[in-house]
Each structure stands twice: as C-alpha cells, then as structure tokens.
C-alpha cells in the first residue's frame, strides 16, 4: 500500500490497552500503512480530538482523520457513546468509523451497527492473523473506498 495520496490522511485509533495499541501499530507498519496514526486512550480523548476541545483546542475540527478504528471498552466515556456523538453531529456524521473489538457480544455488535458503525470488526488473536484484518482493513477504507466528501462548511 506505497501509496502516497494515503499517507497524509489520519487514522484515529481510539485504544485504551497499550498492548493491542502496539499491536495495531506494529501491524500498520508491516502492512506500509504510512498514514499517521493519532492515538486516543480514551473516549473522552476521541471526542476531543475530533471536535478540537480540551488538549485539542485550537485544532480545527475540520480536520478530520480519514478514518476512526474504534474499540468499544473505553474509560471516561465508552466505545458506543463515542460512536453516537460522531453520528449526531453535522461535521463528523459522515467519517468512517471501524469499530475494532476484542467483543463478539451480540449487543454491542447491534449497539454499534444501530449507532451508525461503518464495520464491526473482532480483533483476531493471532497476530498473523490480525495483520492480514488490518491489511483488508486499510487498503479497503484507505485505497478503494471513496469517501463523503469533507464538509465545505467548517
């Protein structure tokens, strides 16, 4: 994926466990997703980044990453929570959120596809294994998919 028309577009990787963080990481690297990677520990964090609050401030929410893998169990504010305000508001409705769980609950894969996910994906075990999910996953959202294109009126 030596794409160069991808590398300047962020992903929001929204992932409180160090060790699945590292493992997201190390698998977009293996897989030369160069994009940049914006690492959000927390839901509250998420949000924001997303609409440029507290340690954000001064960001301009419409700069928006390209792209939110999201996991659901998150301190301060939770995974479906997050994935809600993206959805109801105007400048974030239409961003493709990837919700990226270790959770094959069968509520919180009706919870998240009810709020609006883009795609429930269960985080594989097996390295190799979630190397390849996050191969698929980025050259689909990152290469073939077009995208809604980004709001005029931030």
Known sequence: MN???TEN?????VEDNPG???LTLRALKKNNIRNEVVVARDGVEALDYLFGTGKF???????LPELVLLDLKLPKVDGVEVLRRIR???????LPVIVLTSSLEE???VESYANG???????????TEFTEAVRQL????????????KSRSN
């Open 117 to 127: 996910c883009n795609s429930y994906v269960r985080k594989p075990v097996n390295f």
């Open 88 to 94: 109801n508001d105007e400048r974030t409705r239409l």
């Open 9 to 13: 577009r962020i992903i929001l990787l």
């Open 3 to 5: 794409n160069s028309a």
């Open 107 to 109: 509520r919180d894969v």
């Open 57 to 63: 401030a001064g960001r301009g929410p419409q700069q």
């Open 20 to 22: 699945d963080e590292a």
């Open 138 to 149: 980025g050259l689909y959202w990152l290469v073939i998919n077009i995208g809604a294109p």
